[in-house]
């Protein structure tokens, strides 16, 4: 049932805010900086776990803000957050509860690669995640800045160079001290603001900058390698001046899909929902983009900027010639605002006008707000354990575009795994990961500890190995009881339900297998079933299911005995049987993966002595990552399969008990070299 949650009035957030900061303790188990998509989730994460928790934030009216498009989910992005929720994570039900345009993207393709996407409702995703937080136990909200992090001797029983031990606020003398910390930044780290050519410092328009005393701790006394990236947003254009009749109209699905497994239906009813609009850019776009580049100082520098959400400049000039996709989104049922999503664009003002006139549906439009570009620092992601936790600093953690990824669904995903487990360093449990094999969240974490990035991360179903495995549907089945039975971050209503399905599930596919007819019983009983005469053996019903035509409905007609009983479960059954000889191919792989994961390697280990034939290059790429599996190793750029069968032999001789020499003596300057090649190849040309 859909969860109902009562807007907050802003002087209700305000006098929550006020009184926040009043009885604000001096000593919580976890602080959460950033009140963002990682943030929120973290924060309510870690809560979960039984953290006592505070979030600190620059204003408590923007937690929960759309800072850029009005959606949520897609191909890719939509597994992510179906795993959030299984998780029991904020976003899924948010998005059910704010949507006002649902769809199901790549529906064409097999449900492994489905991409359930909503458009959303500005004001009511950011009331409903307000309302989570703000009624959360272990939970504190906090107006203020972070001026610096407090940094002290390391613990010598653990691992790193450093201890985070809490947060120091601007205009606040006395610090609030935490057991860790878990930095969501977004992109206010050392963030500066581009339109035209005017620059000014800040993460977002018409937020305050973030301390650059937080930037500093990190490079300088931290020592930890940074690089630079940039992104950008559309202007929002009044939706009263756009002519929406030379538009394609796109119309959502007819039975929205909840992207909650706690929902069965979503709080906008099919009737109510918007649709979005489709047109391209013309030939005048191309013009003005071209006349305008000697005032654009966003577009002329070399910072990397997303490859698959690019501006509007970075297309015609990398795509010169072409016309260019942009969907007309609606920010809200009671909005007056368009979202011109593929506009993102850095030009002055009037030059931002000029273009968006250049496409006939928007020949009158105005704009709202211009669109900026934003240009922000970011932490060499290698550096992190799959927990999030900065490996060179205990109790500290990082999630969202601090990463280097871009995107909500990447944010939200990796800040509740990085609260998850800042909970649990608190609270002296042992960290936990998720593996590439069981979890597009696994997968996301392990790319960029392994790999790291050179451009904004963006999550794609390509990217998973094992996706006919790491369905959307399925993501309760995989994650919800690991996540309250191994995390303990999911509440006991969503595991009793979370077993119910399993149990359900279960039941019916063994009544499916019980099913057992020769072919001709099969077409007596199911008149114009294509099925070949050849078979000689019997054709149970979960092999018939597996068949594009026949549905769970049909087979539940013929035997509604044994059938019957699970209808509510049909679409999930049907992909079940589609999907189950490509599964159970894959086993195999991924016990090898899972056994691989399993065998450690000491954070300790002195790569640079160890006796085994590794060349000097894979040796330094070992130093430098510091992989924590050996599963890891074997992902990491660089490494070649010689290399990974003489690490397992040497894994396997001290029976996976390494016990690594702290390495000395190495070369003063690599230090310096690991941040030259990672900030040289963050700025590498668009």
């Known amino acids: 049932m859909l969860t109902k949650k009562r807007p907050l009035p802003w002087s209700v957030l305000s006098l929550l805010s006020r009184r926040a900061a009043h009885l604000a303790r001096q000593q919580y188990d976890v602080i959460v900086v950033g009140g963002g998509h990682a943030g929120t989730e973290a924060a309510a994460a870690a809560a979960r776990v039984g953290a006592e928790t505070l979030l600190v934030t620059q204003k408590i009216q923007t937690i929960g803000a759309l800072s850029c498009n009005p959606s949520l989910g897609g191909v890719g ?151 630079r990236l940039r992104t950008g947003t559309p202007p929002r254009i009044v939706k009263d001046s756009v002519d929406l009749c030379q538009a394609q109209l796109h119309l959502p699905d007819t039975h929205p899909t909840p992207f909650s497994f706690l929902n069965k239906h979503t ?12 047109t391209t850019t013309t030939p005048g776009v191309e013009r003005v983009v071209k006349e305008s580049l000697h005032l654009n100082c966003h577009i002329q520098q070399d910072t990397k900027g997303p490859r698959y959400c690019p501006s509007i400049e970075s297309r015609v000039l990398r795509f010169p010639g072409r016309s260019h996709q942009v969907w007309l989104e609606p920010e809200g049922l009671t909005s007056d605002l368009l979202y011109p999503q593929g506009l993102s664009m850095t030009m002055p003002p009037d030059m931002q006008l000029r273009l968006i006139r250049e496409i006939p549906a928007l020949r009158r439009a105005e704009i709202h707000t211009p669109g900026y570009g934003v240009q922000y620092d ?107 039975e191994e995390v303990g971050c999911v509440s006991s209503l969503r595991y009793r339900e979370a077993v119910r399905v399993r149990d359900s599930l279960q039941d019916a596919l ?34 018939l299911l597996q068949y594009n035509h026949v549905t769970f409905e049909m087979l539940a007609s013929v035997f509604p005995e044994s059938l019957s009983p699970y209808t509510e479960f049909s679409q999930r059954l049907k992909i079940e049987a589609v999907y189950k000889p490509y599964c159970d191919m894959q086993k195999k792989e991924i016990e090898r993966i899972q ?58 001789g001290t029976n996976a008990g390494l016990k690594g020499r702290t390495h000395t003596n190495q070369p003063e300057q690599k230090e310096e070299r690991d941040e030259e090649r990672c900030a040289t190849k963050a700025s590498l040309p668009q």
């Open 77 to 227: 992005k939509g597994q992510l957050v179906k795993e959030v929720d299984a998780l029991d994570g904020l976003c899924g039900r948010a998005g059910d509860w704010a949507g006002i345009h649902f769809t199901i993207l790549n529906r064409k393709k097999g449900p492994a690669v489905w991409g359930p996407r909503a458009q959303l409702d500005r004001q009511r995703y950011r009331e409903f995640i307000q309302s989570e937080l703000l009624s959360t136990p272990r939970l504190t909200v906090l107006e203020g800045s972070v001026e610096e992090l407090l940094v002290t001797e390391p613990n010598p029983e653990e691992p790193g160079h450093h201890r985070v031990t809490g947060i120091r606020l601007a205009n606040r003398s006395q610090p609030i001290t935490a057991s860790s910390v878990v930095l969501t930044t977004g992109t206010f780290l050392s963030g500066a603001l581009f339109m035209g050519q005017t620059m000014s410092p800040g993460g977002r328009f018409g937020d305050a900058p973030s301390s650059a005393g937080l930037s500093h701790t990190l490079r300088e006394r931290l020592g930890l390698r940074t690089g």
């Open 267 to 278: 709080r906008c009813k099919p009737e109510e929902q918007l649709p979005c609009h489709l």
């Open 595 to 652: 056994r691989e994961e399993n065998m450690s390697l000491p954070q300790d280990l002195d790569y640079f002595s160890l006796p085994v034939s590794l060349s000097q290059e894979v040796r330094e790429i070992l130093d430098r990552v510091r992989p924590s599996t050996l599963g890891s190793a074997t992902r990491l750029q660089g490494i070649t399969p010689a290399a990974v069968v003489n690490l397992l032999r040497y894994v396997h």
């Open 510 to 543: 063994a009544a499916l297998h019980a099913l057992a007819l020769s072919t001709n019983k099969w077409r007596n009983k199911l008149p114009g079933l294509q099925m070949s005469e050849n078979k000689n053996t019997l054709v149970t019903a979960g092999e």
């Open 378 to 484: 970011f932490v060499c992601p290698t550096q992190l354990s799959p927990a999030l936790q900065v490996k060179s600093t205990q109790g500290l953690f990082l999630a969202g575009q601090i990463n280097g990824t871009t995107g909500y669904e990447e944010a939200a995903a990796q800040g509740l795994w990085a609260g998850v487990n800042a909970a649990r360093w608190a609270l002296s449990l042992p960290p936990v990961a998720l593996s590439r094999t069981e979890s597009y969240i696994g997968v996301l974490i392990d790319d960029l500890v392994c790999r790291g990035v050179t451009e904004p991360y963006r999550m794609f179903t390509s990217r998973a190995e094992f996706r006919t495995s790491l369905r959307p549907d399925n993501a309760d089945l995989r994650l919800t009881l690991k996540g309250s």
